[in-house]
């Protein structure tokens, strides 16, 4: 269409139903019986309209869709609505006819709307335009509704309605037209109904013969107000027009409009328009279906002059104007005074209206939305995606990066502002079988959809070539354009004359029309049409010359477009604000490259393999032909071009002109007027969105032109001033023109992000736009894809602004006020609200980006200002910029913080870290620049940011203290402790310089803190910062290098509470750390951490404290810090449990056992401790006692009388003792035997006892030998031995096996073993043997020695037990002793044979006696010959004469009283025989004695 017509605007969506919230009612009947459905004409098409309701200025849209014939869908709708708007869906119980009328009540809030059913039944509804009071019913209120049925009153069909307020006009099937006063009058009121006819004077009295002919069905109907009179209009379909006043019921004119159109015209429509003013011109336009030719249609315009005199006389005027519609069927047609707009499906195009002939006058179209979706997803002719795939796969290295390239251009331009639409995008996603609720597809981000459709994608792929998820996303695309066509049907035009506001009503969308800006018409048109280029902002010194040398370049700039294609804007967009995959910079020459020498190889084998070899190849050499066509054009173009221009200078001249024309215009901005923000918002961003691209395309193009001519300068004769003038000057200028309209398209197009939940609540609080509920909804659109950063920037300012009330929301604009209100925004965007000079975007992108910062959008602003900076250093002034006034300071200040929040929000690992670096070298270059001090005092703390919290002078070292410790603090509220650090380190080398006596200002100690003080302060932070990053050494010297004493202390207590924490504190034993005057400090706060544990805790503090001190040295101490842990262990309760009962007793013995090993390293005078040393040194907090104690041996030499205090002090010996009742209790505890520790100074009787009845036998031993000397000794091993002893016998206790475990302590008489583990020492000292008897023998070996009389105690016991026992070999050795002592008798130790006889004797044992004497006489008696010399000495041989004299008694007591005489007898014969020799033996040893003696 715009081939044919001149393009004078295009349309601009602003509502659709993403951003509607439909609320459902339905309507009751009470005529649901025998109701007919061919009454009146159904609906065949889609219908919709727009009623304009005034003060306020508000519009009510209806609509009925063909697929939803009972529904009626209402939206209110006015300029001032923001985003999401409440619809009401109307069901009713029969379908509708297409037909509807809206008209406003008494009551401003409550509107009336008429609508008629297919089987003749009216509905007038009262309803209110707050359609939120319907959320809470599913029905339509009764007393709003008022129905009335038709069919009574005729049973014609009826073909037309029409409807005024108060009446509802029918035309039906039989030409009658009929008015019902439907809800003035009651149906059986008289004048209710009244039937429009043609009766005069005479006529009624010949009834029916009054009518005259007969008319054709009505084909039309329309109501319009003229001269203060509602006139009905009527057409018949025999085409016969008439006009009717319905306030006296009378035809006012009639007429034939056949004999007006062409011959066999059949009409179709009818439209009315406004009168023109006091002319009283009614301007009407009839639509005609021409028969002659299939599908041709033409409206003709005539008008009715009007004259008001007595009655109301109208006449048809002779000037009649025919537009043909040669393509497509006429949708909606709308008629002001001046012009006539027709939509069609194929576009919208309008006519000027006038009284003369106007056949001449050009005709103007309006590019519709389709043609704007087509060109983004590459669907029409004019935008191929072909080229697409060809530049970037030349451009892009390496190839794996093609793919994501290529999916990121398509997606962003799927969400491009108009394009994008969830209905549409759900309907396509569904020919993929995805299917969503709509709580999930609502709650999609950006983020996510983008996942799912290339997941989509890639899945339909054959292969993960380029290729293949190229064509997948053609394919995507094309069928999204389908539905988004599908779904946005156009249903019909609303125009307001009054201010020449002119929209475009679709099924899921409404749009408003804008004009072209100047810069498109430019581009758009030729030479002849645009006439004097003044008018456009361009002036020239010679008009014709100059202007023919524009149009001559604008063709060339056209043709390198057209060559490389839409494709390219698409890729340097994508390659400016996208993953950056290439560089803008390398970007231009390898497009120039592909201008001059074609698509690389790489292109050409991805033909060759996608279209086989011998398309490939036709492809290839089609391409070079048109390569070699455009570089041959170009040339001869550009030879004219010189040859006209004369010099390159001028031809310069005239480019430099058009390039101030793509500068964005600069706008002083009125406040208080508001006049840039009168329109929706949302107009405003999608128009600003079209604009922009536009403009960017432009001047994207100009740059390559520029570009190009460089690179041919040669071949065309450019000298070489005029070359260095485009390096120089043309190509930075052409860059900034790019990069502030690039900056407009990005907050045009760009979705913002979502609020992360830390920064929630806070952005709601700092937000401050007014309690309205209205005016918050926005919030919560933040990370939706139809609302980009420009809504963010238009709402703030209209927040920042004051009361928002101030800005006058007037109705829709007219297309002109739609253009000028963008260009009014992109001056704010680019200059500001004063207009004010400046050399560099640079102050104007740190203002917006604090704006983004208040709202969360971190990416946004990274762009912003990291594309700023980027564009600054390719001007030469970029290094006085820095030293300017601050601006570039703040700049990276902004950029630090919305890096920092980044990474603290969203990221992790390695991405983290870098994006902490990059903030980091960005706070650090913040206070390094000119200026800084000055302007970061002047950001807002609105703005989101924390405050800076500085005011005065302050020297450039106060300064940067003072921004390092903010830096700081920011980077530990983010968590981020390795920034943090760094800044505290680097505020630390400012202190002195800042508080040097010198610094002439004295801001820079606010708070008159001593150095020492605020480096206390910042090594307590680095301490605190290294100590989060786990660097443990480095948190170590923090705290040695810490000045303060006081903060010194804090953190060593910390430091060792985090190494137990970390279970690291071995790091304080390992000797790595240097205790260069804090090892006092350090012992301390171990000792105050140990005593303030849970002593059963895991690493146990005490044992730190006793590494730390065994490590320096400090024995006793070392062992003192063990017997306090081991003393804690015993009196501190602990679960009862016997799993804890034994670990508590085993750390017990551990703790004396360390203790003793302490103390043997230290000379024996000086091996004790004081239990109390180390408590006391524990609860001195700060300083502990610094006076020497005197140690127990200086006591002891300064005094012969010991005194009391020595009571207090412990040594080994006390030690030893502790731990052998430790381990006797830890041993009963394994039996679960219950015993208290009372002390080591007395040892309760019992303990004993309770070892043996266990068995531990070992520990009962090791106890006695420790705690008892002398006769007390021999007494409790008598006792022991007596209890082993009754084990032993069998009418006693079981003699079967009873294992013991027993801790050997003794391996010697002089050797005791206190130490050890209990368990370990067991296994090794394993006794052998496992019963009673052998373990009595075992232990009877060990301890005889200790006391000889133990065999007498062990054989008492057993013959008192048992009288009949018969004792023990090796119990009897140990009495009969080694047979080599027998030569003097039976005489021995204590334990003698004479004493085993004595035993046999007592007990009744005389065989045992007899047998036993019997053997030590005759060894005597049969000595050798060497030992008789020894035998004769005196006193050499003893027997126990007197126990011998009662064995004899006892038998013959036995004889005489009768029991066992011949026994007895023969025992006493046998002893009576050898005492006999025996004695006589001794007689004869006897007298050798004296003779040797007297000798």
Same mark, same amino acid.
């Given at each position: 269409m715009a081939s044919k017509w001149r393009l004078a605007g295009m349309e601009v969506p602003f509502i659709s139903s993403d951003s509607v919230k439909w609320i459902e009612v339905s309507v009751s009947s009470s005529n649901n019986n025998n109701i007919s459905s061919d009454n009146v004409a159904s609906l065949t098409e889609d219908c919709a309209s727009c009623s304009v309701l005034e003060n306020p200025s508000q519009y009510l849209i209806w609509r009925i869709h063909k697929n939803l014939p009972t529904s009626l869908e209402l939206l209110h709708v006015s300029s001032s609505h923001q985003f999401t708007i409440l619809g009401l869906r109307i069901n009713f119980p029969f379908p509708l006819s297409p037909f509807a009328f809206i008209c406003s009540s008494n009551n401003t809030n409550i509107h009336v709307l008429h609508v008629l059913t297919v089987s003749g039944i009216a509905f007038r509804l009262k309803f209110s335009s707050n359609f939120s009071v319907y959320e809470s019913t599913p029905l339509f209120p009764n007393q709003d509704i008022l129905e009335f049925n038709l069919v009574n009153y005729g049973t014609v069909p009826i073909t037309r309605v029409a409807a005024t307020a108060g009446c509802v006009v029918v035309g039906r099937n039989d030409g009658s037209v009929a008015s019902f006063q439907l809800g003035i009058l009651h149906p059986g009121s008289p004048g209710f109904q009244q039937e429009l006819r043609d009766d005069t004077g005479i006529g009624r009295l010949w009834g029916l013969m009054s009518r005259g002919r007969m008319l054709g069905p009505v084909q039309d109907l329309v109501i319009v107000e003229a001269l203060g009179k509602m006139l009905l209009f009527v057409l018949h379909s025999d085409g016969i027009f008439r006009v009717w006043d319905l306030s006296s019921h009378s035809r006012i004119f009639s007429h034939t409009m056949t004999n007006q159109v062409s011959e066999g015209a059949l009409p179709m429509r009818l439209w009315v328009g406004e009168a023109k003013g006091s002319s009283g011109i009614i301007p009407f336009a009839i639509l005609y279906k021409l028969t002659l030719e299939v599908g041709m249609e033409m409206i003709y315009v005539f008008s009715l002059h009007c004259k008001l005199g007595d009655k109301l006389l109208l006449s048809l005027e002779s000037s009649i104007q025919d537009i043909p519609l040669d393509e497509g069927a006429c949708i909606d047609v709308k008629l002001t005074s001046k012009k006539i707009w027709i939509l069609k499906d194929s576009g919208l195009i309008f006519h000027n209206l006038s009284d003369n002939d106007v056949t001449e006058e050009e005709p103007c179209c309006y590019a519709m939305q389709e043609e704007f979706v087509a060109e983004q997803l590459f669907q029409s002719s004019e935008c191929s995606s072909d080229d697409l795939l060809s530049i970037t796969h030349s451009l892009v290295t390496p190839k794996d990066h093609v793919v994501s390239f290529v999916s990121s251009i398509f997606f962003r331009r799927l969400l491009h502002p108009g394009v994008h639409h969830n209905i549409v995008l759900r309907a396509t996603l569904l020919d993929y079988n995805r299917h969503w609720t709509d709580s999930e597809f609502q709650n999609l981000t950006v983020d996510g959809l983008k996942k799912e459709i290339i997941s989509l994608i890639e899945h339909e792929a054959v292969a993960e070539s380029p290729l293949s998820i190229f064509y997948g996303w053609k394919n995507f695309c094309a069928r999204y354009f389908h539905h988004w066509c599908k779904n946005n049907e156009p249903y019909g035009l609303f125009v307001r004359s009054s201010t020449g506001a002119v929209g475009l009503l679709r099924k899921n969308s409404m749009s408003v029309f804008r004009s072209l800006e100047s810069i498109e018409l430019l581009v758009d048109g030729c030479s002849d049409e645009l006439g004097d280029l003044v008018s456009f902002g361009l002036e020239f010194s010679d008009d014709h010359s100059e202007r023919e040398i524009l149009f001559g370049l604008l063709r060339c700039i056209i043709s390198i477009s057209h060559q490389l294609g839409k494709s390219a804007s698409a890729i340097f967009y994508e390659s400016l604000v996208g993953t950056p995959t290439i560089s803008a910079e390398e970007l231009v020459p390898c497009l120039l490259k592909i201008l001059q020498t074609g698509y690389s190889s790489s292109v050409v084998a991805l033909n060759m393999s996608d279209l086989g070899a011998d398309v490939g190849r036709e492809k290839e050499l089609a391409n070079h032909k048109n390569l070699r066509k455009f570089s041959i054009d170009m040339l001869l173009s550009l030879h004219a071009l010189g040859k006209k221009a004369v010099s390159w200078d001028r031809m310069l001249n005239v480019l430099e002109s058009y390039l101030q024309f793509l500068v964005p215009r600069k706008i002083l901005q009125d406040l208080d007027a508001g006049a840039v923000f009168n329109i929706s918002t949302s107009i405003l961003v999608q128009a600003t969105c079209q604009i922009a691209k536009v403009m960017f395309e432009s001047a994207l193009d100009v740059l390559l032109f520029i570009s190009y001519l460089l690179s041919i300068g040669g071949q065309i004769g450019i000298s070489h001033d005029d070359m260095s003038r485009m390096q120089l000057e043309f190509i930075p200028m052409i860059?900034?023109?790019?990069? %502030?309209?690039?900056?407009?398209?990005?907050?045009?197009?760009?979705?913002?992000?979502?609020?992360?939940?830390?920064?929630?609540?806070? =952005?709601?609080?700092?937000? =401050?736009?007014?309690?309205?509920?209205?005016? $918050?909804?926005?919030?919560?659109?933040?990370?939706?894809?139809?609302?980009?950063?420009?809504?963010?920037?238009?709402?703030?300012? #209209?927040?920042?602004?004051?009361?928002?009330?101030?800005?006058?929301?007037?109705?829709?604009?007219?297309?002109?006020?739609?253009?000028?209100?963008?260009?009014?925004?992109?001056?704010?965007?680019?200059?500001?609200?004063?207009?004010e000079e400046s050399s560099s975007f640079l102050k104007r992108s740190t203002q917006l980006s604090l704006i983004l910062l208040k709202h969360g959008q971190y990416d946004a602003v990274k762009y912003l200002l990291t594309g700023t900076e980027a564009n600054l250093q390719k001007e030469k002034t970029f290094r006085s910029i820095q030293d300017s006034d601050g601006d570039w300071c703040v700049l990276q200040h902004l950029l630090g913080c919305c890096l920092l929040a980044q990474a603290q929000c969203e990221l992790h690992g390695l991405l983290k870290e870098k994006k902490v670096c990059e903030a980091v070298r960005c706070f650090f270059r913040a206070a390094s620049g000119q200026g800084a001090f000055q302007a970061l005092q002047s950001l807002s703390h609105e703005a989101g940011l924390p405050n800076l919290g500085f005011n005065g002078c302050l020297s450039s070292a106060a300064w940067k203290l003072h921004y390092y410790q903010w830096a700081m603090q920011i980077f530990e509220q983010y968590s981020v402790s390795e920034g943090a650090c760094q800044f505290a380190l680097a505020a630390l080398e400012q202190v002195d310089e800042a508080l040097s006596p010198k610094d002439d200002c004295h801001g820079g100690n606010p708070l008159n803190e001593s150095a020492a003080t605020i480096k206390g302060r910042l090594w307590a932070n680095v301490f605190k910062f290294t100590l989060d990053l786990n660097l443990l050494h480095d948190a170590y010297c923090a705290i040695i290098s810490n000045p303060d004493e006081e903060s010194k202390c804090i953190c060593l207590r910390r430091f060792i509470i985090v190494l137990y924490e970390r279970k690291a504190a071995k790091l304080l034993c390992d000797g790595q750390l240097p205790f260069i005057g804090i090892a006092e400090k350090i012992e301390r706060e171990l000792a105050w951490k140990a005593d303030r544990s849970d002593i059963l805790a895991k690493p146990n503090p005490y044992e730190l404290l006793y590494a730390f001190e065994m490590q320096r040295h400090n024995w006793r101490k070392a062992a003192s810090y063990m017997y306090l842990y081991s003393a804690r262990l015993r009196t501190e309760p602990v679960p009862k449990d016997s799993q804890h009962m034994l670990s508590a007793l085993q750390e017990r013995l551990n703790g004396l056992s360390a203790a003793i090993n302490a103390l043997h390293l230290v000379h024996p005078a000086y091996a004790w401790i004081d239990p109390f040393s180390g408590k006391n040194s524990i609860q001195n907090e700060h300083y502990p006692r610094k006076k020497a104690k005197k140690t127990v041996i200086e006591q002891l030499v300064g005094s012969?009388? #010991?005194? @009391?205090?020595?009571?207090?002090?412990?040594?080994?010996?006390?030690? %030893?003792?502790?731990?052998?009742?430790?381990? *006797? *209790?830890?041993?009963?505890?394994?039996?679960?035997?219950?015993?208290?520790?009372?002390?080591?100074?007395?040892?309760?009787?019992?303990?004993?006892?309770?070892?043996?009845?266990?068995?531990?036998?070992?520990? *009962?031993?090791?106890?006695?030998?420790?705690?008892?000397?002398?006769? $007390?000794?021999?007494?409790?091993?008598?006792?022991?031995?007596?209890?082993?002893?009754?084990?032993?016998?069998?009418?006693?206790?079981?003699?079967?096996?009873?294992?013991?475990?027993?801790?050997?302590?003794?391996?010697?008489?002089?050797?005791?073993?206190?130490?050890?583990?209990?368990?370990?020492?067991?296994? *090794?000292?394993?006794?052998?043997?496992?019963? =009673?008897?052998?373990?009595?023998?075992?232990?009877?070996?060990?301890?005889?020695?200790?006391?000889?009389?133990?065999?007498?105690?062990?054989?008492?016991?057993?013959?008192?037990?048992?009288?009949?026992?018969?004792?023990?070999?090796?119990?009897?050795?140990?009495?009969?002793?080694?047979?080599?002592?027998?030569?003097?008798?039976?005489?021995? @130790?204590?334990?003698?044979?004479?004493?085993?006889? $004595?035993?046999?004797?007592?007990?009744?044992?005389?065989?045992?006696?007899?047998?036993?004497?019997?053997?030590?006489?005759?060894?005597?008696?049969?000595?050798?010959?060497?030992?008789?010399?020894?035998?004769?000495?005196?006193?050499?041989?003893?027997?126990?004469?007197?126990?011998?004299?009662?064995?004899?008694?006892?038998?013959?007591?036995?004889?005489?009283?009768?029991?066992?005489?011949? @026994?007895?007898?023969?025992?006493?014969?046998?002893?009576?025989?050898?005492?006999?020799?025996?004695?006589?033996?001794?007689?004869v040893d006897s007298d050798d004695a004296i003779s040797a003696a007297s000798s």
């Amino acid at each position: 269409m715009a081939s044919k017509w001149r393009l004078a605007g295009m349309e601009v969506p602003f509502i659709s139903s993403d951003s509607v919230k439909w609320i459902e009612v339905s309507v009751s009947s009470s005529n649901n019986n025998n109701i007919s459905s061919d009454n009146v004409a159904s609906l065949t098409e889609d219908c919709a309209s727009c009623s304009v309701l005034e003060n306020p200025s508000q519009y009510l849209i209806w609509r009925i869709h063909k697929n939803l014939p009972t529904s009626l869908e209402l939206l209110h709708v006015s300029s001032s609505h923001q985003f999401t708007i409440l619809g009401l869906r109307i069901n009713f119980p029969f379908p509708l006819s297409p037909f509807a009328f809206i008209c406003s009540s008494n009551n401003t809030n409550i509107h009336v709307l008429h609508v008629l059913t297919v089987s003749g039944i009216a509905f007038r509804l009262k309803f209110s335009s707050n359609f939120s009071v319907y959320e809470s019913t599913p029905l339509f209120p009764n007393q709003d509704i008022l129905e009335f049925n038709l069919v009574n009153y005729g049973t014609v069909p009826i073909t037309r309605v029409a409807a005024t307020a108060g009446c509802v006009v029918v035309g039906r099937n039989d030409g009658s037209v009929a008015s019902f006063q439907l809800g003035i009058l009651h149906p059986g009121s008289p004048g209710f109904q009244q039937e429009l006819r043609d009766d005069t004077g005479i006529g009624r009295l010949w009834g029916l013969m009054s009518r005259g002919r007969m008319l054709g069905p009505v084909q039309d109907l329309v109501i319009v107000e003229a001269l203060g009179k509602m006139l009905l209009f009527v057409l018949h379909s025999d085409g016969i027009f008439r006009v009717w006043d319905l306030s006296s019921h009378s035809r006012i004119f009639s007429h034939t409009m056949t004999n007006q159109v062409s011959e066999g015209a059949l009409p179709m429509r009818l439209w009315v328009g406004e009168a023109k003013g006091s002319s009283g011109i009614i301007p009407f336009a009839i639509l005609y279906k021409l028969t002659l030719e299939v599908g041709m249609e033409m409206i003709y315009v005539f008008s009715l002059h009007c004259k008001l005199g007595d009655k109301l006389l109208l006449s048809l005027e002779s000037s009649i104007q025919d537009i043909p519609l040669d393509e497509g069927a006429c949708i909606d047609v709308k008629l002001t005074s001046k012009k006539i707009w027709i939509l069609k499906d194929s576009g919208l195009i309008f006519h000027n209206l006038s009284d003369n002939d106007v056949t001449e006058e050009e005709p103007c179209c309006y590019a519709m939305q389709e043609e704007f979706v087509a060109e983004q997803l590459f669907q029409s002719s004019e935008c191929s995606s072909d080229d697409l795939l060809s530049i970037t796969h030349s451009l892009v290295t390496p190839k794996d990066h093609v793919v994501s390239f290529v999916s990121s251009i398509f997606f962003r331009r799927l969400l491009h502002p108009g394009v994008h639409h969830n209905i549409v995008l759900r309907a396509t996603l569904l020919d993929y079988n995805r299917h969503w609720t709509d709580s999930e597809f609502q709650n999609l981000t950006v983020d996510g959809l983008k996942k799912e459709i290339i997941s989509l994608i890639e899945h339909e792929a054959v292969a993960e070539s380029p290729l293949s998820i190229f064509y997948g996303w053609k394919n995507f695309c094309a069928r999204y354009f389908h539905h988004w066509c599908k779904n946005n049907e156009p249903y019909g035009l609303f125009v307001r004359s009054s201010t020449g506001a002119v929209g475009l009503l679709r099924k899921n969308s409404m749009s408003v029309f804008r004009s072209l800006e100047s810069i498109e018409l430019l581009v758009d048109g030729c030479s002849d049409e645009l006439g004097d280029l003044v008018s456009f902002g361009l002036e020239f010194s010679d008009d014709h010359s100059e202007r023919e040398i524009l149009f001559g370049l604008l063709r060339c700039i056209i043709s390198i477009s057209h060559q490389l294609g839409k494709s390219a804007s698409a890729i340097f967009y994508e390659s400016l604000v996208g993953t950056p995959t290439i560089s803008a910079e390398e970007l231009v020459p390898c497009l120039l490259k592909i201008l001059q020498t074609g698509y690389s190889s790489s292109v050409v084998a991805l033909n060759m393999s996608d279209l086989g070899a011998d398309v490939g190849r036709e492809k290839e050499l089609a391409n070079h032909k048109n390569l070699r066509k455009f570089s041959i054009d170009m040339l001869l173009s550009l030879h004219a071009l010189g040859k006209k221009a004369v010099s390159w200078d001028r031809m310069l001249n005239v480019l430099e002109s058009y390039l101030q024309f793509l500068v964005p215009r600069k706008i002083l901005q009125d406040l208080d007027a508001g006049a840039v923000f009168n329109i929706s918002t949302s107009i405003l961003v999608q128009a600003t969105c079209q604009i922009a691209k536009v403009m960017f395309e432009s001047a994207l193009d100009v740059l390559l032109f520029i570009s190009y001519l460089l690179s041919i300068g040669g071949q065309i004769g450019i000298s070489h001033d005029d070359m260095s003038r485009m390096q120089l000057e043309f190509i930075p200028m052409i860059q900034e023109i790019v990069f %502030e309209w690039l900056i407009i398209l990005f907050f045009g197009t760009t979705p913002s992000e979502s609020p992360t939940l830390e920064d929630f609540s806070s =952005q709601l609080s700092s937000l =401050q736009i007014g309690s309205n509920g209205g005016k $918050r909804s926005w919030n919560d659109k933040l990370g939706k894809c139809d609302f980009t950063l420009a809504f963010i920037l238009l709402l703030n300012f #209209q927040s920042s602004s004051g009361d928002p009330s101030h800005i006058s929301l007037r109705c829709f604009p007219s297309p002109q006020e739609v253009t000028s209100s963008v260009w009014g925004f992109t001056s704010w965007v680019i200059w500001g609200k004063t207009g004010e000079e400046s050399s560099s975007f640079l102050k104007r992108s740190t203002q917006l980006s604090l704006i983004l910062l208040k709202h969360g959008q971190y990416d946004a602003v990274k762009y912003l200002l990291t594309g700023t900076e980027a564009n600054l250093q390719k001007e030469k002034t970029f290094r006085s910029i820095q030293d300017s006034d601050g601006d570039w300071c703040v700049l990276q200040h902004l950029l630090g913080c919305c890096l920092l929040a980044q990474a603290q929000c969203e990221l992790h690992g390695l991405l983290k870290e870098k994006k902490v670096c990059e903030a980091v070298r960005c706070f650090f270059r913040a206070a390094s620049g000119q200026g800084a001090f000055q302007a970061l005092q002047s950001l807002s703390h609105e703005a989101g940011l924390p405050n800076l919290g500085f005011n005065g002078c302050l020297s450039s070292a106060a300064w940067k203290l003072h921004y390092y410790q903010w830096a700081m603090q920011i980077f530990e509220q983010y968590s981020v402790s390795e920034g943090a650090c760094q800044f505290a380190l680097a505020a630390l080398e400012q202190v002195d310089e800042a508080l040097s006596p010198k610094d002439d200002c004295h801001g820079g100690n606010p708070l008159n803190e001593s150095a020492a003080t605020i480096k206390g302060r910042l090594w307590a932070n680095v301490f605190k910062f290294t100590l989060d990053l786990n660097l443990l050494h480095d948190a170590y010297c923090a705290i040695i290098s810490n000045p303060d004493e006081e903060s010194k202390c804090i953190c060593l207590r910390r430091f060792i509470i985090v190494l137990y924490e970390r279970k690291a504190a071995k790091l304080l034993c390992d000797g790595q750390l240097p205790f260069i005057g804090i090892a006092e400090k350090i012992e301390r706060e171990l000792a105050w951490k140990a005593d303030r544990s849970d002593i059963l805790a895991k690493p146990n503090p005490y044992e730190l404290l006793y590494a730390f001190e065994m490590q320096r040295h400090n024995w006793r101490k070392a062992a003192s810090y063990m017997y306090l842990y081991s003393a804690r262990l015993r009196t501190e309760p602990v679960p009862k449990d016997s799993q804890h009962m034994l670990s508590a007793l085993q750390e017990r013995l551990n703790g004396l056992s360390a203790a003793i090993n302490a103390l043997h390293l230290v000379h024996p005078a000086y091996a004790w401790i004081d239990p109390f040393s180390g408590k006391n040194s524990i609860q001195n907090e700060h300083y502990p006692r610094k006076k020497a104690k005197k140690t127990v041996i200086e006591q002891l030499v300064g005094s012969d009388i #010991q005194p @009391q205090c020595l009571q207090s002090y412990i040594d080994i010996d006390k030690l %030893e003792k502790e731990y052998v009742l430790t381990s *006797a *209790a830890y041993l009963l505890s394994t039996r679960n035997v219950k015993w208290t520790f009372n002390g080591i100074n007395e040892v309760p009787s019992d303990l004993v006892d309770l070892l043996v009845q266990t068995n531990f036998y070992d520990m *009962a031993f090791t106890v006695l030998l420790k705690f008892w000397k002398g006769s $007390r000794l021999r007494r409790e091993l008598e006792i022991v031995f007596f209890a082993m002893s009754l084990k032993c016998c069998p009418n006693k206790v079981d003699s079967a096996c009873l294992g013991t475990h027993g801790l050997l302590l003794t391996s010697s008489k002089d050797e005791v073993v206190v130490h050890g583990s209990p368990d370990n020492i067991a296994a *090794a000292h394993q006794y052998k043997g496992n019963g =009673q008897w052998e373990t009595l023998e075992l232990y009877l070996i060990k301890y005889k020695d200790f006391h000889a009389g133990l065999p007498i105690v062990v054989a008492e016991t057993l013959l008192r037990t048992d009288p009949r026992i018969e004792l023990p070999l090796w119990l009897i050795c140990m009495f009969k002793g080694d047979r080599r002592e027998r030569t003097w008798g039976m005489t021995s @130790q204590e334990s003698s044979p004479a004493s085993l006889f $004595r035993l046999y004797v007592d007990y009744s044992r005389y065989t045992e006696a007899t047998n036993l004497l019997l053997e030590y006489i005759e060894s005597y008696s049969s000595m050798k010959p060497t030992d008789i010399i020894n035998r004769k000495r005196p006193f050499s041989v003893w027997f126990p004469y007197t126990a011998i004299e009662s064995l004899w008694c006892q038998l013959e007591e036995l004889i005489r009283s009768g029991h066992m005489v011949d @026994q007895c007898a023969k025992l006493k014969k046998l002893l009576h025989g050898t005492l006999l020799s025996h004695l006589k033996l001794l007689k004869v040893d006897s007298d050798d004695a004296i003779s040797a003696a007297s000798s």
